[in-house]
């Protein structure tokens, strides 16, 4: 029953119909009120033909406003759907997804209305996906971006290997260059003592002085619990660092973050950090042994140090073998310190050099000649006693203090005081006449400058 009276309705059919049905109920008032007034006024006899009365009149009249209230009422029930849609559908033009239009008809309102909800629905899932591709495309951002940070860091960390740095620049740099790539992170660098009996804390970033001050471990004790007590960090991971195939070091990250996990890419990245160290490591020991095996100073092409106390010990043997003299002469430069201050690093080399031609100019070719340290050069003298290297020291000094202000074109003339001794009369090692000359020029710089003592 109720189907049929609601297929009888109106509620089932279309704007069409209805618009039709309201132009049609709103166009028979005017002729109804036409009628009432054709018999009122122009022909009122007419009255009296029909038989129409005041009761009868009335009638019509609220017949007339019957049928306007209901013209109104379906013009209504069509125009208020269309305005409440289009107020939620510019609701939803400016960007509230969630929102719906909550009209439901079975006319072509109630049509549009399940289309546009369909439409918001389709617009706010294509938003929803809009959101998790932007979520993932700046994580692949932040990605590209650490790894670019990361390349950079070896690069630089590569260019000051090569370019021969101090090692504790080099460790300070990686340190502080994971520190930056891994979101500012906790980092240890530990590395094995001279002793290789333990590890001792050597770089650290972001954290505290007091836990990281005088951190020294057993091999034992290298494990990410006993780490993390003693850093106060929740997560720890570490690589070890390697050189020469050992073990000597560990590179450590960490952080306090709730539930979190170490990535293969950054276990991979701190391997990476890792194989730099060892490569600085294993570089510095390189270059320190090269510089053990060199025998040449780089400035004034002469023997070093190490060289001229080898050689020394090698004369002074030869010489109790066949009970032979050999000398030693220490050359020290006067107020170089105070030269250097003056005139500066380029002129005090040229002065170096000067003063190395005029030694190697005074000796003969058994004789050798090296600088010890800054101020500081050598003569060994073999075949020569006490007298003898006395005289070539003494032939040295007035050179210098002849020749070399002119060959550096100073003002100031520059001298050298110099300390002799022989073997055996004053050792029978290289220390011990290097010991005796270094001795004898000390006592004789408050005496006065510019000479030879014995």
């Excluded at 240890?188 to 001050?213: H, M, P, Q, R, W």
């Excluded at 619990?225 to 073990?247: F, Q, Y």
């Excluded at 040449?296 to 109790?320: F, G, P, Q, S």
Aim: proline residues 2%.
């Amino acid at each position: 029953m109720l189907k049929l009276l609601k297929e009888l309705s109106m509620v089932p059919k279309g704007l069409r119909y209805k618009t039709m049905i309201a132009f049609s109920l709103m166009s028979l008032i005017p002729i109804l009120v036409c009628a009432w007034v054709v018999m009122i006024y122009i022909v009122p006899n007419i009255n009296l033909f029909f038989g129409l009365t005041l009761g009868n009149i009335s009638f019509i009249l609220f017949t007339c406003i019957v049928i306007s209230i209901l013209g109104l009422y379906v013009t209504k029930e069509m125009i208020d759907p269309v305005i409440k849609m289009a107020e939620e559908a510019r609701i939803i033009a400016e960007g509230d997804t969630t929102k719906s239009i909550n009209i439901i008809r079975e006319d072509e309102v109630g049509d549009l209305s399940r289309s546009l909800n369909i439409m918001t629905q389709q617009i706010k899932e294509n938003m929803e996906e809009l959101k998790g591709y932007e979520e993932r495309t700046k994580l692949i951002n932040l990605d590209i971006n650490k790894k670019v940070l990361a390349l950079s860091g070896l690069l630089q960390i590569g260019n000051l290997i090569s370019s021969s740095k101090e090692l504790h620049s080099i460790l300070s740099f990686i340190t502080q260059k994971v520190s930056d790539i891994e979101n500012n992170f906790a980092v240890l660098l530990i590395l094995a003592d001279e002793s290789l009996k333990g590890y001792t804390a050597a770089y650290s970033c972001n954290i505290e002085e007091n836990k990281v001050f005088g951190l020294i471990l057993k091999q034992s004790e290298l494990s990410s619990d006993i780490l993390a007590g003693k850093l106060g960090l929740e997560n720890i991971a570490g690589m070890p660092v390697t050189s020469a195939g050992k073990l000597c070091g560990m590179l450590i990250v960490g952080n306090n973050e709730k539930d979190f996990i170490f990535t293969d890419d950054e276990k991979e990245l701190l391997k990476v950090f890792a194989k730099q160290i060892s490569i600085a490591l294993e570089n510095d020991i390189l270059a320190r042994k090269s510089k053990e095996l060199a025998i040449k100073d780089e400035v004034t092409c002469l023997y070093n140090y190490n060289y001229m106390k080898t050689r020394l010990d090698e004369e002074i043997k030869r010489a109790l073998v066949y009970q032979r003299p050999c000398g030693y002469l220490l050359v020290d430069i006067d107020d170089f310190k105070n030269f250097y201050k003056t005139y500066g690093e380029e002129k005090s080399e040229a002065f170096l050099k000067a003063l190395g031609t005029i030694l190697q100019s005074s000796v003969i070719e058994i004789d050798k000649v090296g600088r010890l340290r800054d101020d500081k050069f050598a003569v060994i003298l073999p075949e020569k006693n006490k007298r003898q290297s006395t005289h070539i020291a003494e032939e040295i000094r007035k050179k210098i203090e002849e020749e070399i202000w002119k060959r550096v074109k100073s003002d100031n003339k520059l001298t050298v005081s110099i300390g002799v001794s022989e073997n055996p009369i004053d050792g029978s090692t290289a220390d011990e006449l290097m010991e005796k000359a270094e001795r004898l020029v000390r006592s004789t710089k408050p005496l006065g400058k510019n000479r030879v003592v014995v």
